[in-house]
């Protein structure tokens, strides 16, 4: 069974920053597009940033370009998104999922973890 589990978030101070890990197991990460999908209470689901496969290609949603950086380590079966400038908006629930193509469909899904920033 595929699994994807999201580690690295907590509180911190805006302006401050984080890093997020989605390690994989059971499957290779490598063949998948990877996104990090946020959800803020009563707001619908956003796509942040997304990470294609070999060569790899990033995008980004503009709330977050300049600010969050996507990367994988392919050795570790591991995605992460460096947030960097945290504002009290990027407060969210992070998913990390698996896509065939960034833009399209997410399909696996890991179980999220909560960012907030707050002073």
């Known amino acids: 069974q595929v699994q994807l589990v999201e580690s690295g978030g907590g509180l911190v101070q805006p302006g401050g920053s984080l890093r997020l890990s989605c390690e994989a197991s059971?499957?290779?990460?490598?063949?998948?597009?990877i996104g990090w999908v946020r959800q803020a209470p009563g707001k619908e689901r956003e796509g942040v940033a997304c990470i294609s496969g070999s060569p790899a290609s990033t995008s980004y949603a503009d709330s977050v370009k300049g600010r969050f950086t996507i990367s994988r380590n392919n050795r570790k079966n591991t995605v992460y998104l460096q947030m960097n400038n945290l504002k009290p908006e990027d407060t969210a629930v992070y998913y990390c999922?698996?896509?065939?193509?960034?833009?399209?469909?997410?399909?696996?899904w890991g179980q999220g973890t909560q960012v907030t920033v707050s002073s």
């Open positions: 999922a698996t896509t065939p193509q960034c833009g399209g469909l997410y399909t696996y």
């Open positions: 059971r499957f290779a990460l490598d063949y998948y597009a």
